[in-house]
């Protein structure tokens, strides 16, 4: 295509866990319902209420061999990584007998990464003056644990690190797959996003006066703040060829940094506009080639109130929206790469999601954004949101196919 530069990549496999469930199919059920899955938290205690996206589903246990690894984090990614109905495994291996296990690159987003074991650790230094003899702070608490992990699990050889950008942490790993495999350092990455709750993230947005007591309501005019969550979402990226072009492909992922403010975003858009019109430019596409836009959506009002304007801004009213974090809640480092899956689905199932908890859209907003799910739709082409702490923005395209 004239003007492109950067190569679409097809993504061969997906899986996700959430609250939802274990699997796509889980996560899809909860999109065409549009019903809630935030619950009552009960993994840890925290000294106020707010409903949670915590996952119910049985956590697989980590072999021995690579304990020192063993997190909630690395026990949720496994659990996506493991989950047969979606392929995923397969793909991978598929996939190392095609190109060899050192091409295979791992690439994953987060932003807590193994804290809630570091805070447990921590309890038990202040009970005893000492932290766990089998707390590792390398292979649990820091940011390349998780990647680690997967590439051991795997036995994988090629390039593997973290991203850790806030809530575009996953949306941006997914960008990072696609430069190693157009600069063929990588025929294949792992790429996704995994975040799991802990005190820090509920105390923290706490006291910025950001989460909500009650169900979160994206994009409507009473919305008062978010609800928090906590999932793994993983992609199989490999390179072009023609016997993918029936599957869905990345096709671009723009990104910008403000840095206007360390939680705020800059009130006039500006990250959030450059990083949609960089995703279009460097897809050598027009706005009017987007069918569906996934929104970022948080909840809170100055998010929400200035993602509208930006969408406005690149869009008018030409492209129907909807967020879907009223029913996982905000998944943080692993947000960009759940709403990946999220319009993966979309464009699989032909459907636009809706935005679960919105009553009433904010009537500020002059962008479309959809109230409840919409089926038998025709979508090609897709984008989705994903705005972080410090202007760290990222607008990712995908389409159904690719059309050479």
């Not at 989950?83 to 987003?109: F, H, N, P, T, W």
């Amino acid at each position: 295509m004239k003007g492109l530069t950067v190569w679409p990549v097809p993504v061969t496999a997906y899986s996700v866990i959430s609250n939802c469930g274990l699997g796509n199919h889980a996560l899809y059920q909860a999109l065409s319902s549009n019903e809630t899955q935030l619950a009552e938290l009960t993994l840890l205690d925290v000294p106020f209420d707010t409903p949670v996206g915590e996952i119910s589903a049985d956590l697989p246990e980590i072999q021995q061999s690579l304990s020192e690894y063993d997190s909630r984090n690395a026990r949720v990614a496994l659990a996506a990584l493991n989950y047969q109905e979606d392929g995923l495994l397969a793909a991978i291996e598929s996939a190392k007998e095609r190109y060899g296990s050192d091409r295979i690159g791992v690439v994953i987003g987060t932003s807590t990464s193994g804290l809630y074991e570091t805070e447990s650790a921590y309890q038990v230094f202040l009970e005893q003056g000492r932290m766990p003899d089998d707390f590792h702070f390398l292979t649990r608490h820091a940011y390349q644990a998780t990647p680690r992990f997967l590439q051991k699990q795997l036995q994988l050889q090629g390039p593997c690190f973290a991203i850790s950008t806030a809530c575009s942490s996953g949306a941006k790993a997914i960008a990072a797959g696609q430069r190693l495999i157009n600069h063929e350092i990588c025929d294949a990455v792992l790429v996704g996003g995994a975040d799991t709750l802990c005190r820090l993230t509920l105390c923290g947005f706490n006291s910025l006066e950001l989460v909500s007591s009650e169900f979160c309501q994206p994009m409507d005019q009473n919305r008062n703040g978010i609800n928090i969550g906590e999932a793994a979402a993983l992609l199989l990226l490999e390179k072009s060829s023609t016997q993918y072009d029936h599957l869905p492909h990345v096709l671009s992922v723009g990104e910008s940094s403000d840095a206007y403010h360390m939680s705020s975003p800059d009130p006039d858009g500006k990250g959030a506009i450059t990083a949609m019109n960089k995703a279009l430019q460097l897809a050598d596409i027009q706005p009017s080639d987007i069918d569906y836009l996934n929104l970022h959506a948080t909840a809170t009002q100055i998010n929400d109130s200035v993602e509208a304007k930006a969408v406005y801004e690149v869009f008018n009213e030409a492209v129907s929206c909807s967020g879907s974090k009223g029913i996982t809640g905000h998944t943080l480092g692993a947000a960009g790469a759940v709403e990946a899956i999220v319009c993966l689905l979309a464009l699989k199932y032909q459907m636009i999601p809706g935005t679960c908890g919105m009553e009433q859209v904010d009537q500020g907003f002059h962008c479309q954004v959809v109230n409840e799910s919409i089926a038998g739709t025709k979508l090609q082409t897709v984008m989705s949101n994903s705005f972080g702490f410090g202007g760290n923005n990222a607008s990712l395209i995908m389409s159904k196919n690719h059309e050479r």
